[in-house]
Nanobody
């Protein structure tokens, strides 16, 4: 079993930056694809970013491309989401997710492919 705990959320003005962290415990996630999703109030959960187990591949939602960067440090069993140029519409609860994969190039952009989820961290961007 993998436990995921997100941190780093908070209140920020539009145009500002935040860095979210997702710390994994229970087992190493070095062989897992890792993803970030978000859910705004009254809306469905949506994909934000994903990173392959070896960091060789990343993918982003169109709405965050060029502003958000996903990275991972397998030595710390942690995944990050650097969010720059934040907009009001980025306001949401952000969730970290993980799923074991057999090879390094696999990426998942849909939530139903992920086995483990964190509790989420609130990001609020004031306009």
């Amino acid at each position: 079993q993998v436990q995921l705990v997100e941190s780093g959320g908070g209140l920020v003005e539009a145009g500002g930056s935040l860095r979210l962290s997702c710390a994994a415990s229970g087992r190493s996630v070095s062989s897992h694809v890792m993803g970030w999703f978000r859910q705004a109030s009254g809306k469905e959960r949506e994909f934000v970013a994903a990173i392959s187990r070896g960091s060789g591949r990343t993918d982003y939602a169109d709405s965050v491309k060029g502003r958000f960067t996903i990275s991972r440090d397998n030595t710390k069993n942690t995944v990050y989401l650097q969010m720059n140029s934040l907009k009001h519409e980025d306001t949401a609860v952000y969730y970290c997710a993980a799923s074991p994969v057999p090879v390094g190039f696999v990426l998942y952009t849909t939530g139903n492919r992920y086995d483990y989820w964190g509790q989420g961290t609130q990001v609020t961007v004031s306009s």
